[in-house]
C-alpha cells in the first residue's frame, strides 16, 4: 500500500511539472505551442475508462495539447476517430485514443484490468504497432521535446534534449532548396513525429518476435504463460517488456484479428478474429 501511494505521488509531481513546461513553452508567443480549455472532473466521470489522479491533472489542465497545425494531443475524442480500431484493440474501457493524424496512425493509451494507464502505442493502416512511451505523462514530456528542439532548430540553434542527430545542413530539407531561410518550426516538429529524413537523421527501433502461444507457454516466464493461457496454441504472444522505446511489431494484426494486452500495453496477445 505504501508503495502504492508513492507511486501515485510520483506521478502527480510529474504530471504537474509537465504541465508546467507545456504552459512555458505556451508562453513563448511565436504560436507553434497552444493548450485548448481544459476538461472538467464532471466531464471525465463520464468517459468508459477510470481516469487516475495523475490523467486528470493533465486533462484538466487542457483537453487538447496542439503543436503547430498538427491535430491536437489530448483526452477528448479526436475528430478523424477510426471507430474500427474498437474491433481491433478491445472496448474503449481498455485503451484511450489520444491522437490521430488524419492519415493513418492513431495513438492510443492502454489501461489495464485495474484502471491503470499504461503504454502509449501507436497503430497505423498496416496494424505495425510502435511503442512510444512508458506512460501518458512521458508521451506528453516527448513531445514538448519535440516541440522545444523544433523551435530551437528553426531559430538557429542546435542544443536540446532529443538524442537524435541533425542531418549536416546541406541535406537537410530547408538545404535542400538552395537557400539560407531558415526552417519552419511545424516542418521540424512533423519530421520529429515520424522519425527524422528531413531534418535529422533517421531512427527506428528493433522490430519485436513473436512467439506462438504454444511457445510462450513453454517459456516458463510467468508472464508469457499467463498471456498464453487464454489462446489458441497458433495464437501469438509478442513480449516488449524490454524492448526500448520506438520499437515495434510489423502488422501486428491481420483482418479480422484482435490485439489484447498484459502489463499496460508491455505484452501483447493477437487473436483469431473469432476470439481463437
Known amino acids: 500500500m505504501g508503495d502504492q501511494v508513492a507511486r501515485e505521488g510520483a506521478d502527480l509531481a510529474r504530471a504537474e511539472a509537465v504541465v508546467a513546461r507545456w ?28 481516469v487516475p489522479e495523475h490523467v486528470r491533472v493533465l486533462a484538466r489542465a487542457a483537453a487538447w495539447y496542439f503543436v503547430a497545425d498538427f491535430e ?15 474491433h481491433l484493440l478491445g472496448p474503449r474501457q481498455t485503451w484511450w485514443a489520444l ?26 493502416e498496416d496494424h505495425d504497432v510502435e511503442f512510444l512511451a512508458p506512460d501518458v505523462i512521458a508521451w506528453l514530456a516527448y513531445l514538448a521535446d519535440c516541440a522545444e528542439a ?38 521540424v516538429f512533423a519530421d520529429l ?14 522490430d519485436a518476435v513473436s512467439l506462438t502461444a504454444a511457445q510462450a507457454a513453454r ?7 499467463r498471456a498464453a493461457a487464454g489462446l489458441a496454441p497458433d495464437e501469438r504472444v509478442v513480449d516488449m517488456r524490454t524492448m526500448p522505446l520506438f520499437s515495434h511489431l ?3 494484426s491481420r483482418h479480422g484479428e484482435r490485439i489484447e494486452r498484459l502489463l499496460g500495453g508491455a505484452v501483447l496477445m493477437i487473436r483469431h478474429g473469432s476470439g481463437g
Do not use: C, K
Request: hydrophobic residues 40%; glycine residues 16%; negative net charge.
Open 23 to 50: 504552459r512555458r513553452l505556451a508562453e513563448d508567443g511565436d504560436g507553434l505551442v497552444r493548450m485548448a480549455e481544459g476538461v472538467s472532473d464532471a466531464q471525465i466521470d463520464t468517459w468508459p475508462a477510470h
Open 72 to 86: 491536437g494531443f489530448g483526452f477528448l475524442e479526436p475528430d478523424n476517430f477510426d471507430g474500427a480500431l474498437e
Open 99 to 124: 491522437h490521430a493524424d488524419g492519415a493513418a496512425h492513431t495513438w492510443f493509451a492502454d489501461i489495464d484490468a485495474a484502471g491503470g494507464w499504461g503504454r502509449v502505442l501507436n497503430i497505423d
Open 150 to 187: 523544433a523551435r530551437v532548430v528553426a531559430r538557429g540553434g542546435g542544443a536540446y534534449r532529443l538524442p537524435v542527430r541533425l542531418l549536416p545542413s546541406e541535406d537537410r530539407g530547408a538545404g535542400a532548396t538552395g537557400t539560407a531561410a531558415p526552417p519552419d518550426a511545424a516542418d
Open 193 to 206: 513525429m515520424y522519425h527524422g529524413g528531413e531534418f535529422f537523421e533517421p531512427w527506428h527501433g528493433p
Open 219 to 225: 517459456t516458463g516466464d510467468p508472464d508469457l504463460v
Open 250 to 252: 510489423p502488422y501486428a
